[in-house]
């Protein structure tokens, strides 16, 4: 079960989704990203994706597997923390955007989605990891 974290009182946010959801019909798609515990405490204090200073941008991909599957690469490679997984929404048409797609680390598909774009994104922070699969 994902638990969303919007400030009580708060109006939808304006950006991509606000904007679908207002008029338009466009089919909202599942986005995930797996977060440490900083991103995880921010979260939690404001509702919502941010960026510090000097950071351009944050990195998505379409499956809870994909994320939980970077988060366990992250923890055997570099000893950090355990990661959460983040799910949140976006236009379908976002994904087709030019110059928003890339691979990472050893082939995770991803969405590079610019800092201006996160004030229209509503985090659900899951309160489980998807089990990764592994190809044979």
């Given at each position: 079960m994902a638990v969303p974290y919007v400030p009580a009182g708060a109006s939808k946010v304006a950006?991509?989704?606000?904007?679908?959801?207002?008029?338009?019909?466009?089919?909202?798609v599942d986005i995930y990203r797996a977060i440490g515990p900083?991103?995880?405490?921010?979260?939690?204090a404001t509702g919502a994706f941010r960026n510090l200073?000097?950071?351009?941008s944050k990195y998505f991909t379409t499956s809870g597997e994909?994320?939980?599957?970077?988060?366990?690469?992250?923890?055997?490679?570099?000893?950090?923390?355990?990661y959460t997984i983040v799910r949140t929404q976006v236009p379908e048409s976002v994904l087709h955007t030019p110059g928003i797609s890339a691979t990472v680390?050893?082939?995770i598909p991803a969405y590079v989605l610019p800092t201006e774009?996160?004030?229209?994104?509503?985090?659900?922070?899951?309160?489980y990891s998807p089990?990764?699969?592994?190809?044979p």
């Open positions: 950006g991509f989704c606000g904007k679908a959801a207002k008029g338009g019909g466009e089919k909202l900083d991103e995880l405490e921010d979260i939690l200073p000097g950071l351009e994909v994320a939980a599957s970077y988060a366990r690469q992250a923890v055997q490679a570099f000893g950090d923390a355990p680390d050893r082939g774009t996160l004030p229209g994104l509503q985090p659900q922070i899951l309160n089990i990764p699969w592994r190809l």
